[in-house]
């Protein structure tokens, strides 16, 4: 059965309660936002490569919460590294999902290595991640990491707001309070 | 020794990860953090890494600092507009290669070109020019880092670091 990207990740965030969501830029920042803008939602627009360590730095300064990376098979690619320095710090609250189309959705939908066979589950396994199947994800024992296969398809663009100042401060107010602007 | 005072300064200030890619430059301080139960020393693969760890800390709301050598400087420099469009608080304290008796000629360019890129990018850079200024300095870029959420560079000039060759480097 062909999965569709934006099934996939409302069915990660229904009911999310207390998740904090950080997103890979492109596809994934606009599927975050088409399952319902939050500020507890960090979609990233640019720094490719890095939302899986945005992740990993939310969960090690927040044990208590659960957080949830979901990024995309181009943007996952370009941190590889940063499996490995996720599995030698084994956050127990931290997971990883990869909306893999194959694709660069943005730039003309060219083939990624993951189209050619390279196994992004394989590479976290061998890091000492949890692979497990992309539904298990809200609660797997972390690091997990799940890769969803979805199908290579151009939909509407769902985008949540610019300005960076303004997605960081509201992501720090909404998870720690009036403290935030005095820590 | 500046590292030992360094250290101190993250401490006082609150810092609690610590990312590195290691530098012979930065070993003192690298094993004083490590050894430190308040802080939690994260070992990157890459400089870059870095980046996006200390910006998720301070989401979640924690301090941290980024070591690394002056060649680390051009794996961060796209990232580094993050920092800046975000205004995230960023303290990178850099030990540098390729300035004062450098002996390897590969470190040279990007050791000569990184104090250029890190304030194209944004990023305030602060050259302690003895070993008693350093301690200074870096309180100075924790305050202006977290109070006023700026990124700002600390760089360890290789003269007090010290390593005069290959040989001496390996035998630390």
Redesign the interface.
């Given at each position: 059965m062909t999965l569709h990207r934006r099934d996939v990740v409302k069915k990660l965030l229904e009911d999310r309660k207390e998740l904090l969501v950080v997103a890979g830029l492109g596809s994934t920042a606009w599927d975050i936002t088409a399952a319902g803008d939050s500020p507890l939602n960090f979609p990233m627009w640019g720094a490719m490569g890095q939302a899986a360590m945005m992740g990993l730095g939310l969960a090690l300064a927040q044990p208590q919460r659960r957080v949830l990376v979901i990024t995309g098979d181009g943007e996952m690619l370009m941190g590889l590294g940063s499996l490995a320095t996720i599995g030698v710090q084994q956050p127990a609250n931290l997971g990883i999902v990869v909306i893999d189309n194959e694709r660069y959705g943005e730039t003309g939908m060219q083939a990624t290595h993951t189209a050619r066979g390279v196994d992004l589950a394989g590479v976290a396994k061998a890091c000492g991640l949890n692979v497990c199947p992309w539904e298990k994800m809200r609660d797997a024992a972390g690091p997990a990491f799940a890769v969803a296969k979805v199908a290579a398809e151009k939909i509407p663009l769902v985008l949540p707001p610019r300005e960076g100042a303004l997605l960081k401060a509201r992501f720090r107010r909404a998870l720690l309070g009036p403290a935030a602007d005095s820590i | 020794m500046w590292p030992d005072e360094i250290h101190r300064e993250l401490a006082a200030a609150k810092v609690?990860?610590v990312g590195y890619v290691p530098d012979a430059g930065h070993k003192r301080l690298i094993e004083l953090c490590q050894a430190d139960k308040s802080m939690?020393a994260?070992?990157?693969?890459?400089e870059?890494?870095?980046?996006?760890?200390?910006?998720?800390?301070?989401?979640?709301?924690?301090r941290?600092v980024l070591l690394m050598q002056s060649s680390g400087v051009g794996n961060v420099v796209?990232?580094l507009?993050?920092v800046k469009?975000?205004?995230?608080p960023l303290v990178t304290l850099v030990t540098m290669r390729g300035e004062e008796g450098e002996f390897n000629p590969w470190q040279v360019p990007m050791g000569q070109a990184m104090r250029a890129a890190l304030e194209a990018m944004g990023t305030v850079v602060q050259r302690p020019a003895s070993p008693e200024d350093i301690a200074p300095t870096v309180n100075a870029a924790l305050r202006l880092a977290y109070d006023s959420y700026a990124s700002v560079a600390v760089l360890i000039p290789q003269r007090i670091i010290g390593i005069k060759s290959f040989q001496e480097q390996a035998a630390q």
């Open positions: - | 609690r990860l939690r994260v070992v990157l693969s890459t870059e890494e870095g980046i996006g760890l200390a910006a998720g800390a301070w989401l979640g709301g924690e941290s796209n990232v507009g993050m469009e975000c205004r995230f």
